[in-house]
């Protein structure tokens, strides 16, 4: 029977028998190892190695793996929490092998291989998605080869023998080109999107950007934000580079016109979100902090504070309301800060608590009513909570399969609302759009997927696709 999965990198939807100990993933290459618990056969053992051994290994593999991108996403609690419900042990136990994760130190293989076997993959991941937003080549390091490279000696050669692995990319993708979806998981509409919008609910004013590394091109344009003043901001994936461009003429149809560009941190930094209050100010989490930049200069100015408790980190979703109040996301919590930075709001495990399941990534928008949207990326739901947190209603739930479903969400990762109260979700099929009530009222095609969202005052949805940015303008 099939099941529907998700791959781990790009999210894509998957189909998967229920047989085979690894996946090709058909939209970005990438090999995924199936944990035992998912598989209804077990594979045969053509090497000599004992089947449950292989799998128990793949399991370790596949689940530190994991850890180990949450890890990079400074999502230490997620980490933590999932490495317990797969190896079991003590909180404290569970903490400090994070902890040696994180110092770039590798685990013992026999502990992981000990601890697979004792607890299995519960019933409640499958399909579950760990939303990780990086290509296979830019999340698969150094740490995460050590590990494999421990457990070569018993899945190497079954895996060549047995499955017959595939490369793990395409020359394109080892040439450094962006991974693109084959046509088979787009409509036609989707393809041709920029030719096709005279009957949508939008129209394109004009579009800017072209893949590159100078001023006004990007590699992997994710993260985007508005001011009240004219300005765009636009993050990259991996380098840290934000780019400040003047889009006073978008609404005439003219593109951004490129102003600056300044640099967060060294090295890799991973960023998918950040956002931008009226007078210029973006906030945007980094290593686990929250913190405060001028938006045109790039200046350092201050880091929100943390919650009061013994551990945890900021992830990379926040918001800002039109009075100026930040609201973002610790660990699975959603708080709230007024202007001077106390804080005012916490809903904790927002989106568990209430409708359960594992959530690892929560990106959040806010009305101007200071309604909050949440969107669990991990389980494609959106939530809604009062301004005072009061858990109101779920808008959208996820698609598994049903290509027939378009109020429903596969592969979310981006939210906005615009000034009518309706909600924009960044998703694989397009962005899906629904009422404040949470009633589903059409998908706007895009011609690659929509990374990032932002809507002006004057309702004009930006949206960044890693290497062009879209203006369209809604229409009432």
């Known amino acids: 029977m099939l099941q529907q999965l998700h791959c781990p990198a790009c999210n894509a939807p998957l189909e998967y028998d229920g047989k085979a100990a690894v996946i090709h993933c058909p939209y970005c290459d990438t090999q995924i190892a199936t944990p ?16 449950a051994e292989m799998a128990g290994a793949l399991d370790a593999a596949l689940i530190t793996q994991q850890v180990l ?3 990079r996403r400074n999502n230490k609690i997620a980490a933590i929490k999932l490495y317990r419900e797969h190896f079991g042990g003590s909180l404290q136990a569970a903490k400090a092998a994070v902890e040696t994760l994180e110092r770039g130190q590798p685990l013992r293989i026999g502990q992981l291989q000990g601890a697979t076997a004792a607890s299995p993959t519960p019933h409640a991941y499958r399909g579950t998605v760990y939303d990780l937003h990086q290509p296979t080549r830019q999340r698969t390091g150094c740490l995460f080869l050590v590990l494999l490279l421990g457990v070569a000696a018993i899945i190497g050669g079954v895996l060549f023998a047995v499955f017959g692995m595939p490369q793990a990319a395409s020359e394109a993708g080892d040439a450094g080109a962006t991974p693109q979806l084959p046509f088979s998981a787009w409509s036609k509409q989707a393809q041709n999107a920029v030719s096709s919008l005279t009957n949508a609910p939008v129209t394109l004013l004009t579009r800017f950007g072209a893949e590159g590394i100078g001023p006004g091109k990007f590699e992997d344009a994710r993260a985007i934000a508005l001011d009240n003043a004219g300005h765009l901001f636009v993050g990259e994936y991996t380098s840290g580079r934000i780019q400040v461009f003047d889009i006073t003429g978008v609404s005439e149809g003219e593109p951004g016109a490129f102003l600056k560009v300044w640099q967060v941190g060294e090295g890799d930094f991973y960023t998918d979100q950040f956002a931008a209050d009226r007078t210029g100010k973006l906030y945007l989490p980094y290593r686990g902090e929250l913190l405060q930049f001028d938006g045109l200069t790039g200046e350092r100015l201050a880091a929100l504070p943390p919650p009061t408790d013994a551990f945890g980190s900021y992830q990379d979703s926040v918001a800002v309301g039109a009075d100026g109040v930040v609201y973002a996301v610790w660990g699975g919590d959603i708080v709230r800060f007024d202007v001077d930075g106390a804080m005012t709001l916490r809903i904790e495990d ?8 594992l959530e690892t990534t929560t990106a959040i928008a806010v009305d101007g009513l200071g309604n909050i949207y949440a969107l669990g990326e991990s389980q494609d739901v959106l939530v809604k909570f009062a301004a005072d947190g009061r858990f109101i209603d779920r808008i959208a739930g996820p698609s598994r399969g049903d290509d027939e479903a378009p109020a429903k969400l596969r592969a979310a990762g981006a939210i906005a609302v615009d000034s009518q109260g309706r909600v924009y979700v960044a998703d694989i099929f397009g962005i899906k759009v629904y009422d404040g009530d949470g009633q589903y009222l059409h998908t706007i095609d895009a011609p690659s997927y929509p990374f990032g969202l932002v809507i002006s005052d004057e ?3 930006y949206v960044a696709a890693r290497t062009e940015i879209l203006a369209y303008q809604i229409r009432p």
Not at 36 to 51: F, K, S
Not at 350 to 357: C, F, K, S, T, V
């Open 69 to 71: 991108d949450l890890i």
């Open 36 to 51: 035992q618990a998912w598989r209804t056969t077990p594979p045969a053992d053509a090497a000599g190695q004992p089947a």
């Open 459 to 461: 309702d004009v949805l």
């Open 350 to 357: 927002a989106i568990e608590a209430n409708i359960g399941g």
